[in-house]
């Protein structure tokens, strides 16, 4: 009873042995619930008026049916399982766990082919697609299960394509991408309604992945151009400064003859060792500060645009934004007395950061790139900063 009508009929059938009068049964509340079950056992068509003397009249066959029972693996254990594969078909392992409550035993079929393992010193040959449980099955629920096993591997095919948007540098490669792994799944097999859902599901983790990538790209591109104008507004600052600096030193004349008289009576060796003794360490020029400035801002971009997938999202962080802080000091700090060195030093401390400490050996690619800019820019790398170890 509680299988096919649910879990009150059973009290349903039991309440009717108070009842023993139309009016009874009439004001009983139980009267649609017992129409129900009386036309399904009878199976009588839905065009048939029944009323509660129809009851009264078929009270000990009603009775009858609280000792009817049915197979448990039938009505209740295969219909769960079966809904669970179909709502997890795109799982290579669906979750079962529910399952485990079921109180279970081994079928003669098993036990017997467990006695011929031991015996015959054989490997145990499991049980393959429910097969144990197909002489239990309704024509429906095999009809469900074979449609299952049909679609089940289109199901994990669609659920093992790799959205992987993270080495598209442009938004037309992201568009493009998105579109080839559309059509991927267009050309399966995807007509059942078994694993639409499956489809629907990979589909919304396309559209998210390329539109989480897509603002990622236009953050790069907006933090590249704003570097760009600042450091064009920077040069266009301090160029005139430079000139006119440079300027006052054209204009410059000694004081009078005497004064280039003495500068010429010094001895060239004396002359070198007073310039020695009385110039400090060069601050950096101008010439080398530009080049640095423009070496940061590639590395800014490079890495911000992930620069082929090289870089981690932390790793990106954390690079672009002390480079940037290097950046904005390089251009707005009074550079006198810096020394080149040091702007150096400090770049390639930032270059070192890793991925992550599993990889000590590795070194990482900005490294390269920023030794490769200081040679075509000829920049010396200070010697002493030439270590392997990293942050």
């Given at each position: 009873?509680?299988?096919?009508y649910?879990?009150?009929?059973?009290?349903?059938?039991?309440?009717l042995r108070?009842?023993?009068?139309?009016?009874?049964?009439?004001?009983s509340?139980?009267?649609?619930?017992?129409?129900?079950?009386?036309?399904?056992?009878?199976?009588?068509?839905?065009?048939?008026?029944?009323?509660?003397?129809?009851?009264?009249?078929?009270?000990?066959?009603?009775?009858?049916?609280?000792?009817?029972?049915?197979?448990?693996?039938?009505?209740?254990?295969?219909?769960?399982?079966?809904?669970?594969?179909?709502s997890?078909?795109?799982?290579?392992?669906?979750?079962?766990?529910?399952?485990t409550a079921?109180?279970?035993?081994?079928?003669?079929?098993?036990?017997?082919?467990w006695?011929?393992?031991?015996?015959?010193?054989?490997?145990?040959?499991?049980?393959?697609?429910?097969?144990?449980?197909?002489?239990?099955?309704?024509?429906?629920?095999?009809?469900?299960?074979?449609?299952?096993?049909?679609?089940?591997?289109?199901?994990?095919?669609?659920?093992?394509?790799?959205?992987?948007?993270?080495?598209?540098?442009?938004?037309?490669?992201?568009?493009?991408?998105?579109?080839?792994?559309?059509?991927?799944?267009?050309?399966?097999?995807?007509?059942?309604?078994?694993?639409?859902?499956?489809?629907?599901?990979k589909?919304?983790?396309?559209?998210?992945?390329?539109?989480?990538?897509?603002?990622?790209?236009?953050?790069?591109?907006?933090?590249?151009?704003?570097?760009?104008?600042?450091?064009?507004?920077?040069?266009?600052?301090?160029?005139?400064?430079?000139?006119?600096?440079?300027?006052?030193?054209?204009?410059?004349e000694?004081?009078?003859?005497?004064?280039?008289?003495?500068?010429?009576?010094t001895?060239?060796?004396?002359?070198?060792?007073?310039?020695?003794?009385?110039?400090?360490?060069?601050?950096?020029?101008?010439?080398?500060?530009?080049?640095?400035?423009?070496?940061?801002?590639?590395?800014?971009?490079n890495?911000?645009?992930?620069?082929?997938?090289?870089?981690?999202?932390?790793?990106?962080?954390?690079?672009?934004?002390?480079?940037k802080?290097?950046?904005?000091?390089l251009?707005?700090?009074?550079?006198?007395?810096?020394?080149?060195?040091?702007?150096?030093?400090?770049?390639?401390?930032?270059?070192?950061i890793?991925?992550?400490?599993?990889?000590?050996?590795?070194?990482?690619?900005?490294?390269?790139?920023?030794?490769?800019?200081?040679?075509?820019?000829?920049?010396?790398?200070?010697?002493?900063?030439?270590?392997?170890?990293?942050?």
């Amino acid at each position: 009873m509680a299988t096919t009508y649910g879990l009150l009929s059973q009290d349903c059938i039991e309440d009717l042995r108070k009842y023993h009068t139309v009016e009874d049964i009439n004001n009983s509340g139980d009267l649609k619930d017992l129409l129900k079950i009386l036309r399904t056992e009878k199976r009588l068509p839905k065009s048939t008026v029944l009323t509660a003397q129809d009851v009264i009249d078929n009270k000990e066959f009603l009775l009858e049916l609280t000792n009817k029972t049915v197979s448990y693996i039938t009505f209740n254990f295969i219909p769960i399982l079966l809904d669970i594969f179909k709502s997890d078909i795109a799982n290579k392992f669906p979750d079962t766990s529910s399952l485990t409550a079921v109180l279970m035993e081994l079928s003669e079929e098993g036990k017997e082919r467990w006695q011929e393992a031991i015996t015959e010193h054989i490997e145990f040959t499991p049980f393959k697609e429910f097969e144990q449980l197909i002489p239990f099955m309704t024509p429906p629920q095999k009809e469900l299960w074979d449609s299952i096993l049909k679609r089940r591997p289109i199901a994990l095919a669609i659920a093992a394509i790799d959205v992987n948007f993270e080495n598209k540098q442009t938004k037309e490669e992201v568009e493009a991408h998105k579109t080839q792994l559309l059509a991927e799944i267009d050309g399966m097999n995807t007509n059942s309604g078994l694993i639409q859902k499956t489809i629907k599901k990979k589909k919304n983790i396309m559209e998210q992945s390329a539109h989480d990538r897509i603002k990622e790209i236009e953050s790069a591109e907006a933090m590249v151009q704003e570097l760009a104008i600042e450091t064009q507004s920077q040069h266009q600052m301090q160029s005139p400064q430079t000139q006119e600096l440079a300027q006052q030193h054209l204009n410059e004349e000694p004081n009078n003859d005497n004064e280039i008289t003495e500068q010429q009576d010094t001895p060239l060796g004396m002359a070198s060792e007073e310039a020695l003794e009385e110039t400090p360490e060069p601050p950096i020029l101008e010439d080398a500060k530009t080049k640095l400035i423009n070496i940061v801002s590639i590395l800014i971009k490079n890495i911000s645009e992930g620069a082929g997938g090289r870089y981690t999202s932390s790793t990106q962080h954390k690079k672009v934004t002390d480079l940037k802080s290097i950046l904005n000091r390089l251009t707005n700090s009074d550079e006198s007395g810096t020394i080149q060195d040091d702007w150096v030093k400090e770049i390639m401390d930032v270059c070192k950061i890793k991925r992550n400490s599993l990889h000590f050996w590795a070194v990482p690619h900005s490294v390269v790139e920023f030794k490769g800019l200081l040679k075509d820019n000829n920049i010396m790398l200070p010697s002493e900063h030439q270590s392997n170890s990293f942050k």
